[in-house]
């Protein structure tokens, strides 16, 4: 269960930032090396490089290696499990909300009931 939690925490971390969310939707698209990804970039390559780094780590990012050059592709599979997470979050919450709203209805319903049957006296 930690390795779970940690892994989703480098995962919401990783899709945090809209640099890091950019260089995944470029690798959707196609692998690429790494410096055809920090080209669009105003930021060194040594910047670029350590936002690749936190999503590697996230498991959102492949490299392979070819030679001196780098390749990076895009691997979704790490998103379903953020995804089962907040669609669980959601269910939860949904349930919960669900339940105050009927408990505050019934609570408007006798309080209704206790006035409507006080102004018939």
């Known amino acids: 269960m930690k390795h779970a939690a940690s892994s989703l925490n480098q995962i919401l971390t990783a899709l945090a930032d809209p640099t890091r969310r950019a260089i995944l939707h470029r690798l959707s698209t196609a692998d690429a090396r790494v410096t055809e990804i920090a080209r669009p970039f105003r930021m060194s390559l040594n910047a670029v490089s350590k936002h690749i ?4 780590r996230a498991r959102l990012v492949r490299r392979r290696r ?7 592709s895009f691997n979704p599979a790490p ?21 105050l709203d009927a408990m505050l209805q019934a609570e408007d319903r006798a309080s209704f009931d206790s006035k409507t049957k006080g102004s018939m006296r």
């Open 53 to 56: 780094r936190v999503l590697e």
């Open 66 to 72: 070819a030679g001196r050059e780098h390749f990076l």
């Open 79 to 99: 998103l379903n499990d953020a995804t089962a997470w907040m669609e669980g979050q959601r269910a939860l919450w949904s349930a919960r909300l669900n339940a």
